[in-house]
Nanobody, 124 residues
Framework: QVQLVESGGGLVQAGGSLRPPCAAS????????MGWSPQAPGKGREVVAA????????YYADFVLGRFTNSRDNAKKTVYLQMNTLKPEEKAVYSCAADTGSGPYNSGNSYRDWGQGTQVTVSS
């Protein structure tokens, strides 16, 4: 099991950017697939960005492709979600998730461990 702590959320204007980090504990962090999911009222755990533990497989939802970029630093046990050109409807608590399985990485059901999330608010 891995513990995940997100930070770096905040209030930005539409079109702005944020890059929240997700810090993980655990000795085998490099073996975890990691994903990001915006949690909004009435919505399930939709994964918008993810990659396999090796980084060989990446996933982005169509509506964030070209605007969001997932990255990881295994030495720091941290993943980052660079979010550019944010939209007001993307207001949510953004949580990161981890799992040692083989996916599918675009499904929230594939992840066992979840962080509490960081609030992202986008003003119009």
């Amino acid at each position: 099991q891995v513990q995940l702590v997100e930070s770096g959320g905040g209030l930005v204007q539409a079109g702005g950017s944020l890059r929240p980090p997700c810090a993980a504990s655990g000795r085998t962090f490099s073996m975890y697939a990691m994903g990001w999911s915006p949690q909004a009222p009435g919505k399930g755990r939709e994964v918008v960005a993810a990659f396999s533990w090796s980084g060989g497989t990446t996933y982005y939802a169509d509506f964030v492709l070209g605007r969001f970029t997932n990255s990881r630093d295994n030495a720091k046990k941290t993943v980052y979600l660079q979010m550019n050109t944010l939209k007001p409807e993307e207001k949510a608590v953004y949580s990161c998730a981890a799992d040692t399985g083989s996916g599918p990485y675009n499904s929230g059901n594939s992840y066992r461990d979840w962080g509490q999330g960081t609030q992202v608010t986008v003003s119009s």
